[in-house]
Each structure stands twice: as C-alpha cells, then as structure tokens.
C-alpha cells in the first residue's frame, strides 16, 4: 500500500458526460501528479499541483482540468467525455525527502461507452 | 524535452534465473533521477529502484540492481533469482532535476514473464 489513495476504483459512463476523479495524497506528501495510462499512449503526465498551487501542466486536454484542496486532496475532472478518454488514471504524491519519489494510487479505471 | 526508449516489448525469464532489462533515454540535462518502476497484474504501479545522475555507483535493493551508464545513457534493470512474483511490466522513467518538482517521463514498458 502507497498510502496515496483514489477514488473511485472504476467508473463507467457514457460519451458525453463529466466525472471527477479523486485523490488524496501520503500524509505531509504536498505534491500531487495525475497520470494517465492508455493502451495506444502508454503512460503521460497530465498535471502536477503543489499545496494547491498547479506547477506543471503536460498533454491534458482543454476537456480536462483540476484542483488541490486545501486539505491537499485532489481533483481531476473529466468532462464531454469521448470514447478516447477510456484509460486508467493515476494520482502520484511526492516524497518530502531528497530522492523525490512519486508513489502512485492504485488508480482509477475509467471506460467511456 | 526528455524521452525514454525500452527497446525489449516482451521478455521471458526462467524461476531462479537473472534477466535484464534495457532502458535508453535522451536528455541534455545534467541533473536528474532515474527509476523503475514494476506494474503487476493488479495495475498498481510500485517503484522499484531509484538512481540518482550524480551518484557513479549503481542502485540495488535486495534482488534488483541497475547498471548506469550515464555517458550511453542507458539505465539498466538486472533481476536476480527471478521469482514468480516478478511477473510484471516494468517501466523504465526519467525525472529532470533535483528539485523533485517535475514529472515522470516514461518508456513504453517491459513485459517480463517469469515462468516455473
């Protein structure tokens, strides 16, 4: 166990709709990544927050956006979902310490019908 | 902008054997961090091994050792007396800087199979 964790574990939706993903980081962990895992694009960064703040954005979509909660938990939501969007999407937090690890959530699995 | 190449798609292993996975990554940057992290079955993603540029000594945690070669720039992953439970694909990732403030760039991945 990471101690990073995400919610929900699957989601199932339909073209169209918006859903948000949620996640909380390890504890004192104040950074937090979102990655996504397609078959055809492999693993990308979408964006990164630390202490509420975004400091980096990689290929998210305009569809796409995000928040980190005061409490440090984060937020990605997902919205006119297209079939493409069907991936497993990760949270990561980053270690407080000098080897700068991201430990990562078991994910959410998200499939767009 | 930074990429990592794992060149092995697919690689068996024999129970109690030692494979090796290749990892190829092209930067300009000095300073940086480099990791493996292994995905079983289950999806979650476990970080495996960490090495940092500036270190010459290779990284090891109990059976899983690297071979960095920072003028190639190759990061290798030897797995020692493979064990059924190493069954996994495995992810080869590079990190820019020292400050910790930038994110993963990842190859595509090995799938490595270890097998009775």
């Known amino acids: 166990d990471s101690g990073v964790t995400q919610t929900p574990k699957h989601l199932i939706t339909a073209t169209g709709q918006r859903v948000t993903l949620r996640c909380s980081p390890r504890s004192g962990d104040l950074s937090v990544y979102w990655y996504q895992q397609s078959l055809d694009q492999g693993l990308q960064f979408l964006i990164q927050?630390?202490?509420?703040?975004?400091?980096a954005k990689g290929n998210i979509l305009e569809r796409f956006s995000a928040q980190q909660f005061p409490d440090l938990h984060s937020e990605l939501n997902l919205s006119s979902l297209e079939l493409g969007d069907s991936a497993l999407y990760f949270c990561?937090?980053?270690?407080?310490?000098?080897?700068?690890?991201?430990?990562f959530g078991p994910g959410t699995r998200l499939t767009v019908l | 902008a930074q990429t990592v190449t794992q060149s092995q798609p697919e690689m068996s292993v024999q129970e109690a054997e030692t494979v090796t996975l290749s990892c190829t990554y092209d930067?300009?940057?000095?300073?940086?961090?480099l990791f493996w992290y292994k995905q079983p079955p289950s999806r979650q993603m476990i970080l495996v091994i960490r090495?940092?540029?500036?270190?010459?000594q290779n990284a090891t945690e109990n059976r899983f050792s690297v071979n960095f070669q920072k003028a190639a720039k190759s990061f290798s992953l030897k797995i020692s007396d493979s064990q059924l439970g190493d069954t996994a694909m495995y992810f080869c990732a590079f990190m820019k800087g020292y400050s910790g403030n930038t994110p993963l760039v990842f190859g595509k991945g090995t799938r490595l199979s270890v097998i009775a």
């Open positions: 090495q940092e540029a500036y270190k010459q």
């Open positions: 930067t300009s940057e000095s300073n940086y961090y």
């Open positions: 927050y630390y202490n509420g703040e975004e400091r």
């Open positions: 990561a937090s980053r270690a407080s310490s000098i080897y700068n690890e991201q430990f």
